[in-house]
């Protein structure tokens, strides 16, 4: 069994900053892309930043310039590094990883996962 658990949300003012964090535990093989998604009440599911196994980074217009996402592969572990915060990024912040997890005996499997969100308030 495959979890990504995530940490970091919470309130902050405008102006301020957050780091999330989400770890994947359990039968992994590998991991290759890791992103962030947020929600905010009343809207779709937007992308906030990927990146690759390799250290290929995508980030959604919006947030350019003010969020980092990086990542530690020992450790299964995708960060959001998330600075100079807007009440606008007010949103549930998830976790998704591309993972390659075994299951049963030696035998693989592709799916993709998702965290159980963290929510992040911005004041103004």
């Known amino acids: 069994q495959v979890q990504l658990v995530e940490s970091g949300g919470g309130l902050v003012q405008a102006g301020g900053s957050l780091r999330l964090s989400c770890a994947a535990s359990?039968?992994?093989?590998?991991?290759?892309?890791m992103g962030w998604y947020r929600q905010a009440p009343g809207k779709q599911r937007e992308l906030v930043a990927t990146?690759?196994?390799?250290?290929?980074?995508n980030y959604a217009d919006s947030v350019k310039d003010r969020f980092t996402i990086s990542r530690d592969n020992a450790k299964n572990t995708v960060y959001l590094q998330m600075n100079s915060l807007k009440p606008e990024d007010t949103a549930v912040y998830y976790c998704?990883?591309?993972?390659?997890?075994?299951?049963?005996?030696?035998?693989?499997?592709?799916?993709?996962?998702w965290g159980q969100g963290t929510q992040v308030t911005v004041s103004s």
């Open positions: 990146i690759g196994s390799g250290g290929s980074t």
């Open positions: 998704n990883a591309d993972i390659i997890a075994y299951s049963l005996g030696t035998m693989r499997r592709r799916s993709d996962y």
């Open positions: 359990g039968r992994i093989f590998s991991i290759d892309a």
